[in-house]
């Protein structure tokens, strides 16, 4: 059902000014804001991201709802391909500030999604805290962490992907721009490529390790599975009936050290992922989508190492747990000592982090191979309200 | 002749194992390496940007030619769309480490310029003072400059652009590994999106103010004009003969206040840059490619005014000087004050920096009304040497 909303969002966008002949039809495409669930999640996913996290500056319910309501009509906007604001970048009175910024004139849509969560301390803030679902916590602090806390957490987050990375740029410059006065941007993250895939039909992209990433990845076109392990239900806690048909967000920004990995030998890189390099394939298969055998042996050694990525956290040891992952990798410049600061922001959206996040990082954290190359420096949970119809805005039925 | 090259060298690259079907032409195509001018610089401009300055971590100069020499074979097979080894990411040795880190394994050559510059420290460090350009000297430090030293300045600096981002990232990140023992990577910077174009075959892209940047850019087919004010001619420089056939590469990392910006009314930022924000016509014109009128008065007052942008950086009033502008808009994240970390990271090539870009700059930082608007927080010089034939390594001309 969820799969047939976003089949059915799918549409042809406005062509562009400047830009329509040289444009994709990938790029030309855009997906409904409104619907069961909100975009950006099973949406297939694009190339670029543009995550932010904002803190409130005001603690009046009504000024909130305010800003949600001014967010929705641009995200609403935005994600057809026109301007933030009713008006536009450059036709409006000359003597006030435009209501759009400008820099996506002439661009087409390119399939943006512009997706909303909100942080635990959102709750405490406008005196909700009896609305907060039982789950959403601050993440615990796992073995391997070291964050910063300027680029961890938040009250309200805003993950904008798109084929452009302009358009989402700004799409998250808008947004905030909006919000002045009410929320204001406490961090935000730029992912040059996606690692993931969320539907059959896209390929499986590369990690910085240089590895396919994400085979084993919950699919769009999954629905029974995308039901069990993505969206909350109705039953799920009884103080969050309002988050019924939305999801958790499970933020991670996880530092890679490139130039340790670099210098290790393939096949130790193919042991701690077990997967080759090349195809992607597990240590005991041929192809990328075989499963893998973990009773398998050579010599007297599981062929699949005890601590290799895909044993410890695959489904089967952790109850059937699936996440549907959305990371992105990205680079920011580089550390005082010369490293690339580069890595993987994790995104996962889960039906419940204490069953189908927490657990599974526990175990990475504290047995995977691959951890002696990971540094986790940023981190952060979000509630993501469902989708929304004609009329309504995000997060309505948390107010309501 | 510089454009005719440009032209020669461009062709199909291989087809990708896993994207090819996805791959737009452009994506699939790539340039030569080798030729009369190091490509990257009158090269129509590739969409996203990874540029990385370096020191050296040895002063001996048979090192030195050594990792030239390195660089020049990778560059080239990374430009094919090749990986940086010869043997391939998952091809050699099991037991040692890959000569390729992988994250490109299927991904096309994606337009993939390799562009090498020398900063003024590395002629000290190697003993070459005597050969150094006159015009090679640290930039001076301009009336706005916030300038950060860890984000300036560099012994050797790689700019890599690409249609693929990750294309970009893995030749910076190939380059660095190989460069292990001789260099290492002072900073790095990402651009999302091109704000500029350096041929008539390509829009006007947009900077982050909203508006058209580089209208007057100098383009490639202007041979005349890209031999005048781009190229270093043999007799430029009697030190330096070496770089006849190169350019300067004038790196600034610009802040924009984004924030304030965005609350200044249109007519304001229309008259700051002096040109419409939607066609980009001057304001005494009514299509992007007019030519501004100086004398135009509208009532009492110049309608460009006296402070614009367009006006204090026009050739016109720099005795014709004109640059060819390469930059890309860059968003890192946010200030620890909650504005987006994000701007212009400005790139030009000129003959000679002393004519072409210090006065200007200077007339700029003192004058220009968008100066309100900017933070210019990283700033560095290097020498681009001359493009090579086959069985030469870049910079040779300097060594030999």
């Keep these: 059902m969820a799969v047939a909303g976003v089949a059915g969002a799918f549409a042809a966008g406005r062509a562009s000014a400047d830009g329509a002949a040289g444009a994709s039809s990938a790029l030309a495409s855009s997906y409904a804001f409104r619907g069961e669930h909100q975009a950006g999640i099973v949406t297939p996913a694009q190339d670029r991201l543009h995550f932010a996290a904002f803190d409130l500056t005001t603690d009046d319910r009504d000024d909130v709802v305010a800003l949600l309501q001014d967010w929705t009509e641009a995200a609403e906007r935005m994600t057809r391909g026109d301007g933030a604001g009713e008006v536009g970048p450059v036709e409006g009175d000359p003597l006030l500030p435009p209501d759009d910024t400008g820099e ?45 806390p300027a680029i961890s957490d938040g009250d309200l987050c805003i993950q904008a992907c798109a084929d452009d990375p302009q358009v989402a740029v700004h799409a998250v410059r808008n947004l905030a721009r909006i919000a002045f006065g009410r929320a204001a941007v406490r961090w935000s993250q730029l992912g040059f490529g996606r690692t993931s895939s969320t539907s059959t039909t896209q390929d499986t992209p590369r990690n910085l390790f240089g ?159 691959l951890m002696e190359y990971l540094k986790v420096t940023g981190s952060a949970l979000f509630a993501v309200p469902p989708g929304i119809a004609e009329g309504e805005y995000v997060g309505q039925a948390l107010f309501t």
Tied chains: 1, 2.
């Design 211 to 369: 590895f396919k990433d994400g085979t084993a990845n919950l699919k769009a076109e999954q629905e029974d599975l995308v039901d069990t392990h993505l969206w909350v239900h109705p039953d799920d806690d009884a103080a969050a009936g309002w988050l019924a048909g939305g999801s958790y967000l499970c933020a991670r920004r996880i530092n890679m050290t490139i130039e340790l990995w670099d210098r290790q030998p393939l096949a130790d890189q193919e042991g701690f992922v077990g997967r080759t390099k090349g195809t992607g394939a597990p240590l005991t298969g041929t192809a990328e989508f075989d499963e893998p055998d973990f009773d398998a042996v050579t010599g007297t050694s599981p062929t699949i190492p005890v601590d290799a990525h895909v044993r410890l956290v695959h489904p089967s040891v952790h109850g059937g747990a699936q996440m549907l992952r959305r990371g992105y990798n990205f680079v920011d410049g580089s550390t005082p000592l010369g490293a690339l600061d580069a890595g993987l922001f994790f995104i996962a959206y889960v039906r419940d982090p204490d069953t189908h996040f927490i657990p599974i990082q526990n175990t990475m954290a504290k047995s995977d191979a």
């Design 104 to 148: 996506a004139i002439g661009l087409p849509p390119a399939r943006l999604t512009i997706t909303f969560g909100f942080g635990p301390t959102f709750f405490d803030k406008l005196g909700l805290a009896d609305r907060r679902p039982a789950a959403l916590r601050r993440l615990p602090h796992f073995p391997a962490d070291v964050l910063d």
